[in-house]
């Protein structure tokens, strides 16, 4: 059992080729308190989360509470590489050229993703003229014709970022760009796993996390405040 996650080592992981379960995974996701659920019944006692879309939860990841450890993001990417690259055999795919994430919690980790899988790593940036931090730009690089790209994120909800990232590289890229595929990702919550998606999804942990509308969220109705994660993580998780 180790008691700090910066004493993971990734030599031990990464080239003893150590296969590591999604229970772990969680496991450093609660010691470093980055992953709440909506304990008991709804009741006004308890806050629920308001999500960026605006719609209600009852659960919640806080990935940067892992990724700020540089030894776990390069760890998780490998593990992520391992699987990246089985479906890459299945798809007859023979190399990642590029790796792209969207600004900003998905950058470190989705650099060590390329490192793992020998690809050139990009980010989209944030526009600056969407204040919701939604809308994603593509300026600075130019990604070749013919290149295999990799889109990778920290965590995916919806396809809406998913799309987002591929409608601003697409438009602001000289050329056309070809993604794999398949998208890379930590963490994938959907509300129903059993649901078809409109890309494949690869991902280290699965949960279903319930989302509501305002209107029709039972936690609202049963009185629960709701507030934004990260700025009142305390008041959620009852720690801090
Ligand atoms: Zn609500």
Redesign the pocket.
């Known amino acids: 059992m180790i008691n700090n996650l910066s004493e993971l080592n990734p030599d031990l992981y990464n080239f003893g080729n150590m296969l590591i379960l999604p229970g772990t995974i969680i496991s450093w996701f609660k010691k470093e308190n980055a992953y709440w659920h909506y304990q008991g019944d709804p009741s006004p006692e308890k806050p629920?989360a308001?999500l960026s879309s605006g719609l209600?939860s009852n659960g919640f990841f806080d990935c940067q509470r892992i990724l700020c450890y540089p030894n776990v993001a390069e760890i998780l990417a490998f593990q992520l590489a391992c699987e990246i690259k089985f479906f890459m055999n299945e798809e007859k795919i023979k190399k990642i050229d590029y790796v792209v994430a969207p600004a900003y919690a998905a950058i470190p980790f989705g650099h060590e993703v390329a490192k793992a899988l020998g690809a050139k790593f990009v980010f989209t940036e944030k526009d600056p003229s969407d204040p919701k931090g939604k809308k994603m730009l593509w300026q600075r690089m130019a990604i070749p014709t013919g290149a295999n790209v990799l889109q990778v994120d920290e965590l995916i909800t919806t396809a809406s970022t998913i799309k987002e990232v591929r409608r601003a590289v697409q438009e602001g890229n000289p050329d056309l760009v070809t993604f794999v595929p398949f998208v890379g990702t930590i963490v994938f919550r959907p509300e129903n796993l059993k649901a078809k998606q409109e890309y494949e999804i690869i991902s280290l942990i699965k949960k279903e996390v319930q989302n509501?509308e305002?209107g029709q969220?039972?936690?609202?109705?049963a009185g629960?405040l709701?507030v934004r994660p990260k700025k009142n993580w305390d008041k959620l998780t009852g720690k801090k």
Do not use: D, T, V
């Open positions: 629920h308001e209600c509501f305002p969220c039972p936690y609202c109705k629960s709701r």
